[in-house]
């Protein structure tokens, strides 16, 4: 069964930086891609990023420049680097994946979600 653990967020003021990380288990194969999502009160999910199975990685325009999403496939674990935080930064964060993604930007694509850990940017 594959489980998804996030962690790392906390309260920061603008300006400042997290580091996301998501633990994987219930698989090994590096196939598998992997992605952040958030999510605000009272406004839809959003992609954040992708790291692709062939080690590609996307952003969302909102975000690129101050992101960085990486892998560390011994430790089968995904991060998230956010630098530059913004007040609009604030959501729940959510890592995800799944093994065949077509779509990295589409929720749907994927059926394997963390809990979520919440960030909070203060202004």
């Known amino acids: 069964q594959v489980q998804l653990v996030e962690s790392g967020g906390g309260s920061v003021q603008a300006g400042g930086s997290l580091r996301l990380s998501c633990a994987a288990s219930?698989?090994?194969?590096?196939?598998?891609?992997m992605g952040w999502f958030r999510q605000a009160p009272g406004k839809e999910r959003e992609w954040v990023a992708a790291?692709?199975?062939?080690?590609?990685?996307s952003y969302a325009d909102s975000v690129k420049g101050r992101f960085t999403i990486s892998k560390d496939n011994a430790k089968n674990t995904l991060y998230l680097q956010m630098n530059s935080l913004k007040p609009e930064d604030t959501a729940m964060y959510y890592c995800?994946?799944?093994?065949?993604?077509?779509?990295?930007?589409?929720?749907?694509?994927?059926?394997?979600w963390g809990q979520g850990t919440q960030v909070t940017v203060s202004s």
């Open positions: 995800v994946t799944d093994l065949w993604v077509d779509a990295v930007t589409s929720p749907d694509e994927y059926n394997y």
């Open positions: 790291a692709d199975r062939d080690g590609s990685t």
């Open positions: 219930g698989y090994t194969d590096s196939r598998y891609c």
